[in-house]
């Protein structure tokens, strides 16, 4: 894996993001990641990090606020637009996972139950999202 990928997790439980944090360090992965609580200071990350993320982690529901309305802010920003938002929510409600994909979601994963299995999940999402797939950046730094 290139030693620049990272992963935002955007999820406003400090508890949660802690979990994923030790989940991926479980998993042996060599990923950064960062966390931030609401939609507002991940935007401000993402417009003054120098390096854009590999993928966000998207928990769906930010307080009392869906992440459709933040998703559709990251879309409107064409040095935004292309980082792959994969949905990460204990929600598994169909009307979720319908807005996701409307809104321009990549993914939709729910929470898994236990750490064991966040482990796993943890190391599915870098797998696929960071080795796997390619993105737009991948092909003009490749070009």
């Known amino acids: 894996m290139p030693t620049h990928s990272s992963i935002l997790l955007i999820d406003d439980s400090p508890g949660e993001c802690e979990l994923f944090r030790l989940a ?6 060599d990923v950064a990641i960062f966390s931030e609580l609401t939609g507002p200071a991940a935007l401000h990350f993402l417009t003054h990090h120098p390096a854009l993320p590999s993928v966000i982690l998207l928990d769906w529901h930010l307080g009392n606020q869906r992440g459709d309305g ?5 879309r409107e920003a064409p040095r935004l637009a292309g980082i792959p938002v994969v949905v990460f929510t204990n929600s598994d409600d ?3 996972l319908l ?4 809104g321009g979601a990549n993914g939709y994963v ?3 139950g236990t750490f064991a299995e966040l482990i ?5 999402i870098c797998r696929y999202w960071i080795e796997r797939n390619r993105t737009l950046a991948t092909v003009t730094t490749s070009c």
């Open 94 to 96: 169909a009307a979720d």
């Open 99 to 102: 807005s996701a994909y409307a």
């Open 120 to 124: 796993q999940c943890a190391a599915d």
């Open 24 to 29: 991926l360090r479980q998993s042996g992965l």
């Open 70 to 74: 933040w998703l559709r802010q990251l």
């Open 110 to 112: 729910v929470k898994p």
